[in-house]
C-alpha cells in the first residue's frame, strides 16, 4: 500500500463509515444490468438480411468499442473510489453501463442506430466528465518529488 501512499489514497479509500461507497455499488449493478439485458434482447435474429462484410466490420467495431467500455469501467470504478462532484458521479456511474450496452447492441446487429448513440454518449460523457475533472488524474509534480 506504500506505493498508493504517495497518491493520498489509503487502502480503504473506497469505504465510507465502514461500507462500500453507493456510487461504486450503482456502477456495478447498473453495468450488469445493462450486460444481462442487452444481452438477452440480442437474442434474436436480425429482422432485414445484412450483408455478411458488413456484420463483420460492426463486430470487429463492436469488440473494440467494448474494450473501451471495459476501459471506462475500470476508470470510473477507479475514480468513484474518492469524492466526485454530484454530476460527475452520476456520469461515472452511468456512462459506462451505456457503453457496454451499446457495444452489446452493435454485436448482435440490433437497432444498431440506437446502440451506436447510445455507446458514443456514454463513451463522450466519461470522457469529458475525466477531461475537465481536476481529481481524475494524480498531478504529476506531486509524484515525481523525493523520487531523485
Known amino acids: 500500500m506504500q506505493g498508493l501512499a504517495h497518491l493520498g489514497l489509503s487502502a ?4 465510507v463509515a465502514g ?3 453507493p456510487a461504486r455499488g450503482a456502477l456495478c449493478l447498473l453495468t450488469a444490468l445493462a450486460v444481462l439485458g442487452a444481452g438477452a434482447a440480442s437474442v434474436r435474429a436480425p429482422g432485414t438480411a445484412i450483408d455478411p462484410d458488413l456484420v463483420r466490420v ?5 469488440l473494440i468499442k ?13 475514480r468513484l473510489a474518492r469524492p466526485a462532484a454530484p454530476w ?6 452511468a456512462g459506462p453501463p451505456l457503453m457496454a ?3 452489446i447492441g ?4 440490433q437497432g444498431v442506430p440506437f446502440a451506436a448513440t447510445g455507446l458514443h454518449l456514454g463513451m463522450l460523457a466519461v470522457l469529458a466528465a475525466a477531461l475537465t475533472d481536476p481529481d481524475f488524474l494524480p498531478d504529476p509534480s506531486r509524484l515525481g518529488r523525493g523520487r531523485r
Request: proline share 0%; charged share 15%.
Open 19 to 21: 461500507r462500500l461507497r
Open 101 to 103: 450496452a451499446g457495444a
Open 66 to 78: 467494448g474494450g473501451f467500455a471495459l476501459a471506462a469501467f475500470a476508470a470510473c470504478l477507479w
Open 12 to 15: 480503504a479509500t473506497d469505504r
Open 58 to 62: 460492426i463486430r470487429f467495431m463492436a
Open 88 to 93: 460527475r458521479t452520476a456520469i461515472y456511474v
Open 106 to 109: 452493435l454485436w448482435s446487429v
